[in-house]
């Protein structure tokens, strides 16, 4: 896969440590809920950026990777746009 632009790839790294780092201040109880939770908020977030359909191809992309057992690393960017294939 062909990685993002590289302004948008530290922009996205930062926000990946951000995000972490207030999944860690979680409270306990709520903690177990993140990954769930940060799933819809990604998905509807990627809808608006480049549409449903788009979403939709992106989201398959990530499902056929896993489904290999392929998860991408959370310290890492894994570009899965249409401008990779």
Do not use: K, W, Y
Request: hydrophobic share 50%.
């Amino acid at each position: 896969m062909t990685a993002p632009m590289p302004d948008r790839l530290s922009d996205l790294q930062h926000a990946m440590r951000v995000i972490a780092e207030a999944v860690d201040g979680l409270p306990a109880e709520c903690r177990d809920l993140a990954g769930n939770a940060l799933l819809n908020v990604a998905a509807e977030a990627v809808a608006q950026d480049v549409g449903c359909t788009e979403a939709g191809r992106i989201f398959a992309r990530l499902g056929d990777l896993l489904a290999r057992g392929l998860q991408p690393p959370a310290q890492q960017a894994v570009s899965l746009s249409r401008f990779d294939a």
